[in-house]
Every structure is written in structure tokens, then in C-alpha cells.
């Protein structure tokens, strides 16, 4: 059996250096739990930033998964295929919207929103040709490719990839009168996450996201929220636009929508809207494929049936009691809404990165996000005995020196 530092060491020759994990091999993971390759087992509380909300290896979405494997997982979309129908049908229904676009990866879906949404612009909004704009917000993350990084405002996203796409007009999350003064008659949407989970779990003042849907109505442009990482129950409701009942014309999903199995990823949106797409403008080769149907499907009945939404409203608020109550040197802010919670470390005091070494040492998984905050964000499927396994430990790496 090879050791973790082993097979690190045997990677770092032939994996590229865009990340710098944690120094743990996983080889097996159910439910909340990972167990590494020298049998290790730690409680996972940064669930793949949402991707593992059900849970490692959830059974019924591992029977869908073999049992649709075991018949067809891929075929072209120069064909149908019998589960479309079926998981789009669910999907549109769970996230009230008419009618759906089958992805991959969050990226992907993304880019698919702004395709749109441009064509939108120009061909029902008569925007003059080319000169579309989307209003993003500072301190965004939608993914990794050259379109979405060309509105990141993150230099370290950017650095030497350029030259970017022009088109993208970025303003300050929560300010709505920056909203309201940065649209012109070429704005054809605002693109937005509900939280913004990488920068933080970075809360909006309440009623912003209300507001902005108000403005976004009486200036007659689109509203596209980004619900990859926020959505399928992670806030405690089955979007986090529920909470202040707003309707995006597109909700972009991805994550937890592969069940925690593949990627899978989808636009949802209203019919006007979607229908600017036709034959030829726009697609993907894995898109929409059977496997991922299938598993999309059961991982959308999982969250319904399990009452993920309710235990996540539930056990965040728990989680969030207990942190507010714990004695710590270290933490300057803590929030967060449902099991989505981001602690906030004083540099000064120590790291965020130690005090997750520090917890990983301690069989806790967690990772800190733009150096000075930790994201604790358990599957939802987490139990309160579970949960209070991982906070045992969080609360004395957190209260003592380590
Ligand atoms: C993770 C994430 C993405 C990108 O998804 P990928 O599957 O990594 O391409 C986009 N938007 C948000 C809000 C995310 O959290």
C-alpha cells in the first residue's frame, strides 16, 4: 500500500501546479466521510464546494448512475435519448422556470447564460450589433475559462492570460445604486451569485437581490443568477433567490446537480428567453448525455425527498450557534446562511491554511478561501451527531494554540 506522501510525491512530477491541495490521497469516501490511502478517515466539510451534497457514493443515485450505465450513457445529440424528458421535466419544475439547457461543467453553463443572453440583447431587445454589455459584480467567481475570467476582478485569475472579452461591466456586490447607474440601453443582464461562495461566503445586505430583480424588470434587462455553488438546498432553501422569492429569467445550476458522481450543469429559464437559441448556435457533445441525465434526475429527487432544504436550514443554523458561542482568538467574523458558512481568520493572530492543517490533522477536511476565511460546508446529508464530531474539533483547533 503506498503511503500519502508517496503517491504525492510521485504526482508532483506529472500533475501541473495549478492547485496545492491539502497533503491527504483520498481513496474512498461515503456519506460525509473520506478515508485516505493509509486508511485515515476524515469528516468532509468542504463537500467539493457544493458538488458533494448529497453525500459520497449516495446509494440510490449510485443505483441510477450503474443502472443507466449499464444501458446507455452516451449517445449524440443527433439523437434523442429517453431520459431527457425526465430529468428536464423535474429540473424545470424544482427551479419553477419553462425550460432548460443540459451543460457539463458550472463553466460551461456560464458561458451558455451570456450566449444567450446577448443573443437576447440583440435579437428581441435591439441592442445595435456588438455592443451588448453585462453588468457583473466585484469579487465575482463563475469559472475558470477565458470569457469568465475576462470579467473576473481577481488579478491572480487573470495574470498573463489575456487579451479578454470586452462586454462586461463590473460593479460593486450590494450596491444598488451603482446597479441602477451602471445600466445603459446596451445592457441586455446583470449576471450575479445570490452569496458569492469563493470570494467567501460574502453575504449581500438583505432585500439587494429583491431590489435588483426590481430593477432589472423596469429597465427590461435579464437577470441571470448564478446558483452553481448556492443552490439545490445549500442555503436552506432549494435556491438561495427563494429566501427573498425572486425569478431570475435564467437560474445557471451545476455542482450538486451530478449528484456527486459526474459534472453535470444546466441553464433553466423562461421561454422567451431560452428560445433565442436555434439549431446550430449553441451546444456540447457530453451535454444532456444519458448517464448524466439520469443521475441529475435522481439527485433532484434525493434533495426533495430527503428534505435536504429543511435539515440545511436546520443544522446551518446549529452550526452558526455554536461557532457564535465558541471562545476563539482567531475568528474576527463568522456567517453564512443554511450549511454555508465562511469564518473569518486575523492574519495577524495565525493562518487560515494552519488552522486547516490543523483540523485536517484533527480529521476534519476544510480549506480557507482568498487566504483569510474557511468555508465549513458539510454535505447536507451531514447527522447532528456527525456534525458535532466536526465541531468538537473545529472548536478546540480554533480555541488553543496548535
Ligand atoms: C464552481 C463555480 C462555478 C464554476 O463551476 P465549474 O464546474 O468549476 O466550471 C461557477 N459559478 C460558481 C458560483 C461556482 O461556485
Given amino acids: 500500500m503506498p503511503t500519502n506522501a508517496e503517491l504525492i510525491a510521485r504526482e508532483d512530477y506529472v500533475n501541473a501546479r495549478n492547485y496545492n491541495p491539502i497533503p491527504v490521497v483520498i481513496s474512498r469516501g461515503e456519506g460525509v466521510w473520506l478515508w485516505d490511502v493509509e486508511g485515515k478517515r476524515y469528516l468532509d466539510m468542504l463537500s467539493a464546494y457544493s458538488s458533494i451534497s448529497h453525500g459520497y457514493v449516495h446509494p440510490r443515485i449510485l443505483k441510477a448512475l450503474t443502472q443507466q450505465a449499464a444501458l446507455v450513457s452516451v449517445c449524440s445529440r443527433a439523437v434523442h435519448q429517453d431520459k431527457m424528458a425526465d430529468f428536464l421535466e423535474t429540473l424545470c419544475r424544482v427551479v419553477g422556470q419553462d425550460k432548460a439547457l443540459m451543460m457539463n461543467s458550472g463553466a460551461e453553463a456560464v458561458e451558455t447564460a451570456i450566449k444567450v443572453v446577448r443573443r437576447y440583447g440583440y435579437q428581441v431587445k435591439g441592442i445595435p450589433s456588438n455592443q451588448a454589455e453585462i453588468i457583473v459584480m466585484s469579487g465575482n467567481f463563475h469559472g475558470r475559462t477565458m470569457g469568465i475570467i475576462s470579467f473576473s476582478s481577481d488579478e491572480s485569475y487573470k495574470k498573463d492570460f489575456g487579451p479578454f472579452l470586452p462586454g ?66 445549500r442555503t436552506g432553501r432549494m435556491l438561495a433567490c427563494d429566501h427573498e422569492e425572486v425569478k431570475p429569467d435564467i437560474v445557471i445550476l451545476g455542482k450538486a446537480l451530478g449528484g456527486g458522481f459526474l459534472p453535470v450543469s444546466a441553464i433553466a429559464g423562461k421561454c422567451a428567453v431560452i428560445d433565442v437559441l436555434d439549431p446550430g448556435s449553441h451546444g456540447s457533445t457530453f451535454g444532456g448525455n444519458p448517464l448524466a441525465t439520469a443521475v441529475g434526475k435522481e439527485a433532484l429527487d434525493v434533495l426533495i425527498d430527503e428534505h435536504l432544504a429543511k435539515r440545511s436550514a436546520e443544522l446551518g443554523a446549529y452550526l452558526l450557534e455554536r461557532l457564535h458561542a465558541m471562545q476563539s482568538p482567531y475568528v474576527t467574523a463568522i456567517r453564512g446562511r443554511g450549511l454555508w458558512v465562511g469564518v473569518d481568520i486575523d492574519p495577524n493572530q495565525i493562518t487560515a491554511h494552519d488552522l486547516c492543517t490543523a483540523l485536517m490533522h484533527k480529521g476534519v477536511i476544510a480549506r480557507q478561501t482568498h487566504k483569510v476565511t474557511i468555508r465549513l460546508a458539510p454535505p447536507l446529508v451531514i447527522t ?11 472548536e478546540k483547533v480554533f480555541s488553543t494554540t496548535t
Avoid: H, Y
Fill in 168 to 233: 462586461f461591466k463590473i460593479i460593486p456586490f450590494g450596491d444598488i445604486d451603482a446597479l441602477k447607474a451602471a445600466i445603459t440601453p446596451n445592457t441586455c443582464a446583470v449576471l450575479t451569485e445570490p452569496i458569492q461562495g469563493e470570494a467567501g461566503i460574502i453575504m449581500p445586505p438583505d432585500g439587494w437581490l429583491k431590489a435588483v430583480e426590481t430593477v432589472c424588470r423596469a429597465q427590461n434587462v435579464l437577470l441571470v443568477v448564478d446558483e452553481i455553488q448556492s443552490g439545490l438546498c
Fill in 384 to 394: 447532528k451527531d456527525e456534525l458535532d464530531w466536526a465541531l468538537k474539533r473545529i
